[in-house]
């Protein structure tokens, strides 16, 4: 049996256990279950930055040349950001013809404080680290890169045989990260069943129920977006049939879809990619990466519907100009938003600022976005793995 088709029982075992345990079981769960899941995300957690700057500096030192790097920089930058934009129309879309929230009142004292969202100038400032080890100890991803790219590059303008010492430390540092993964992942299944059984106890369908239609809009504009989207991509572009690409990132779609955080799935897309879908290792450790920071397409869709929600549930109508600024807004936060659970909040606050809508609205998405969190994470990651194909074809092509 697959690890996932693993993960994929413990997944729907966690729901009905935790659906009949209810919330009267939610203390034992919370004492004696959910510290093993957590257990399972610090493992996971334990391998962000090693495997990031590690194969990052591979990536950078496998490509040989600036050149190159800035050719497959630009490709990957433009195709994260084009499919972003899509995601939020796609939102837009699929929100527009269900219309979440028609109904609804929200409560006058149901409103949250949100942390403002950084503009894109603080973004940039915050890329360039000041210490990179102190970037490292607070895994801020984004500065990582910068550092590790930096010295991908020193590495190869050195050149020589004290290049090819400082190669051969790092392909094997990488190899070892790959190697840690790979046990941690054989323990997936328990730790998605001990992540799931807390959040599915605790919220139940009497909390779900009422705004299904949200869950519904994201959900159903997530498999829209991988189906016309990525499915496009892998097939014209990726060389892969949507079913070999759908099936080669499976575990990585599972444990997203249970863990919420892009950045904690990076080992096994990279992984994914390089061993099911033939991605060459240079493009993984540099395109993967970079995606799990900037490429952040589920959450994008997320914000579209949540914005018409919102605006639906305070019978606000939103302009053509609104919904343009949206996109826009949402495209370019995406670059500053972390890979980690909740971070979606963080720009639906920047993006419900930027058109006027009113802040309460996070309330009621508040109470929801652990599910969310859920669907487009996994899309997240899943356009990662996409583009990581469309890169490796046309450098492929480019070489040939």
């Keep these: 049996m697959s690890l996932s088709v693993q993960i994929f ?29 957590t257990i399972f995300i610090n493992l996971i957690k334990m391998m962000i930055v090693p495997v990031v700057f590690t194969s990052l500096v591979v990536g950078m030192t496998s490509l040989g040349d600036t050149k190159k790097l800035g050719r497959i920089g630009v490709k990957t930058v433009v195709l994260y950001l084009f499919t972003t934009a899509v995601a939020i129309i796609i939102g837009f879309a699929v929100a527009g013809i269900v219309h979440p929230g ?113 869950i519904a809009c994201v959900a159903v504009g997530c498999v829209i977006h991988a189906v016309a989207v990525y499915s496009t991509l892998a097939r014209v572009w990726g060389g892969h049939s949507p079913l070999d690409f759908f099936k080669g990132v499976s575990e990585a779609m599972m444990l997203a879809f249970t863990t919420c955080s892009s950045a904690g799935t990076l080992p096994v897309t990279m992984k994914n990619c390089q061993e099911n879908l033939g991605v060459s290792r240079e493009i993984t450790s540099f395109v993967l990466p970079l995606g799990a920071t900037i490429n952040m397409d589920g959450t994008a869709l997320y914000q579209g519907v949540c914005a018409l929600f919102i605006a639906n549930v305070f019978g606000i109508d939103l302009t053509m100009g609104q919904m343009g600024m ?26 419900l600022q930027t058109v006027g809508l009113p802040m309460e609205g996070l309330a009621l998405i508040a109470g929801i976005d652990r599910v969310l969190d859920m669907f487009r994470t996994c899309l997240n990651i899943t356009g990662d793995a996409a583009v990581s194909t469309v890169i490796d074809q046309t450098e492929k092509k480019y070489a040939a």
């Design 9 to 37: 029982i413990a997944l729907v075992a966690s729901v009905i256990v935790g659906l009949i345990a209810g919330p009267g079981a939610l203390g034992f769960v919370n004492w004696w279950i959910a510290p093993i899941g």
């Design 102 to 214: 028609m109904g609804l009142q929200l409560s006058s004292d149901a409103a949250v404080t949100a942390k403002q969202a950084p503009s894109i100038m603080e973004v940039f400032v915050s890329m360039i680290p000041t210490n990179p080890v102190d970037s490292m100890a607070k895994a801020q991803i984004l500065p990582i890169i910068i550092f590790a790219l930096f010295t991908g590059v020193g590495i190869t303008q050195v050149g020589g045989e004290k290049a090819q010492i400082l190669i051969k430390f790092f392909d094997a540092a990488a190899e070892t990260c790959y190697k840690i993964i790979g046990i941690v992942m054989n323990f997936a299944p328990i730790g998605v069943f001990c992540l799931l059984l807390p959040v599915v106890c605790k919220n139940g369908p009497s909390v779900l129920l009422p705004l299904i239609s949200v």
């Design 326 to 351: 949206i996109v826009l807004t949402g495209t370019l936060a995406s670059i500053g938003t972390a890979g980690v659970p909740g971070a979606g909040l963080i720009m639906l606050a920047l993006v």
